[in-house]
């Protein structure tokens, strides 16, 4: 993974109290992450850092879109992304996950890198379907792709094993 020093937050010299922090996740920010599903967006991100004496509390307020497939025509189309996320950063002894939203790293630490936190965040606020929106009740996907699946699903002849299966069914 490339480095993302813009997204490493050098917190041993800051005060105890709310620090903010601006972001901008874009195309580079995906690159930068091998296998990201996403490869291009634009996300705009503020993080208010509450430091403590020996915690770190991160609240992430993100808007913007990424742009991905089509899960019907296979066509890039952006997907709009918002939301808010929490995260607790403990100092203690030694680097440990403890659930989802708290993790510790060691107090001698002087940085937290939120990269890979906030590539997560993204990759969750993602939909499970992600198919191109309607527009007056007409799909706008790929004309020509839409057809194309329509002709091949009109086609289709049933598959002569399921009328075996049916049969069992039947007799039960």
């Known amino acids: 993974m490339k480095s993302l020093e813009q997204f490493i937050i050098p917190f041993s010299g800051l005060k105890v109290g709310i620090h903010r922090f601006d972001f901008k996740v874009d195309n580079a920010f995906f690159e930068a992450f091998e296998y990201s599903e996403i490869k291009s967006g634009s996300v705009d991100i503020v993080a208010d850092m509450e430091k403590e004496e020996r915690m770190l509390v991160f609240d992430y307020s993100l808007t913007g879109?990424?742009?991905?497939?089509?899960?019907?025509?296979?066509?890039?189309?952006?997907?709009?992304?918002?939301?808010?996320?929490?995260?607790?950063?403990?100092?203690?002894?030694?680097?440990?996950?403890?659930?989802?939203?708290?993790?510790?790293?060691?107090?001698?630490?002087?940085?937290?890198?939120?990269?890979?936190?906030?590539?997560?965040?993204?990759?969750?606020?993602?939909?499970?379907?992600?198919?191109?929106?309607?527009?007056?009740?007409?799909?706008?996907?790929?004309?020509?792709?839409?057809?194309?699946?329509?002709?091949?699903?009109?086609?289709?002849?049933?598959d002569p094993r399921w009328e075996v299966l049916k049969n069992l069914k039947n007799k039960s």
């Open 65 to 158: 879109t990424v742009d991905l497939p089509c899960d019907r025509c296979g066509e890039m189309f952006a997907i709009p992304v918002k939301g808010n996320e929490r995260l607790i950063v403990k100092l203690g002894d030694a680097y440990r996950d403890e659930g989802e939203e708290v993790i510790t790293i060691p107090e001698t630490d002087k940085q937290f890198d939120v990269s890979r936190f906030l590539y997560e965040v993204l990759h969750l606020l993602l939909p499970a379907r992600r198919i191109h929106p309607e527009v007056g009740g007409l799909s706008t996907c790929n004309p020509e792709i839409i057809k194309k699946l329509e002709e091949l699903s009109s086609h289709h002849e049933p």
